[in-house]
C-alpha cells in the first residue's frame, strides 16, 4: 500500500472525528460573580481587561453600571451581580466585552478565572424551577468541587432593555 493510499483512506475518517469532538464540546471563559462559578460561551468573547470608568446614565435599568469608552466607542456596561439578583454592587475586578446578536456590550465580574473546554457529557440540562430567570443560562455543570452556571450570551439581557441600551449610547 502507498503512503498516498493511506492517508486518503484515513483522511476522511480523521476530519469526522476531529468534528465531532469539537462538537460535543464548550469553549469558555469561567468567571466569578454573585458568589457563583459562570461560563460564558468563547464564541461570544471579545476581550478581558481592567475595569476602565464608567459614566452612570440616568434611567437605565439597574443593572446598568453606566458607559465606558471602549477601544474609541461608548460601551454600555453591565453589572453581572446586579443582572442575577444581587442587592448592591461587588468590586469589579475586570471587564468582559462580549458579542450578544450583534452588539457588544461589557460585563462588570468579580473575576475571570480561566479559560475551560466543557464536554457535553458534563454539561446538565436546566431544573424546571429556575423560572423566568432561567432564559439566561444555557446548562449546569460541575467544575471541581462546585457547580458551574453556563450563561447563553445571546439572552443574557431581555429584548426591551437592548433597546434602552442602544437609546443609551451603545
Not at 502507498?2 to 462538537?23: D, E, G, H
Not at 457588544?104 to 436546566?126: F, H, K, M, N, P
Not at 424546571?128 to 462546585?146: I, M, V, W, Y
Request: with cysteine; proline share 5%; hydrophobic share 50%.
Amino acid at each position: 500500500m502507498s503512503l498516498f493510499y493511506l492517508v486518503s483512506a484515513c483522511l476522511p475518517r480523521l476530519v469526522n472525528t476531529l468534528k465531532s469532538l469539537m462538537s460535543d464540546s464548550l469553549a469558555v471563559l469561567v468567571v466569578q460573580a454573585h458568589g457563583l462559578s459562570l461560563a460564558l460561551p468563547l464564541a461570544a468573547v471579545l476581550e478581558v481587561y481592567r475595569p476602565l470608568p464608567t459614566q452612570t446614565v440616568s434611567g437605565a435599568p439597574a443593572f446598568v453600571r453606566g458607559l465606558a469608552r471602549i477601544r474609541g466607542r461608548a460601551t454600555v456596561v453591565v453589572d453581572l451581580n446586579r443582572l442575577l439578583g444581587a442587592p448592591q454592587d461587588a468590586e469589579a475586578g475586570r471587564y468582559v466585552s462580549l458579542r450578544m446578536d450583534g452588539r457588544s456590550v461589557a460585563l462588570a465580574v468579580e473575576s475571570a478565572r480561566e479559560l475551560r473546554t466543557l464536554d457535553s457529557a458534563i454539561l446538565a440540562g436546566l431544573p424546571p424551577l429556575l423560572g423566568e430567570g432561567g432564559e439566561r443560562f444555557q446548562a449546569l455543570a460541575s467544575l471541581d468541587e462546585g457547580l458551574l452556571v453556563v450563561l447563553s450570551a445571546a439572552k443574557l439581557l431581555p429584548e426591551g432593555d437592548w433597546e434602552r441600551s442602544a437609546e443609551s449610547g451603545s
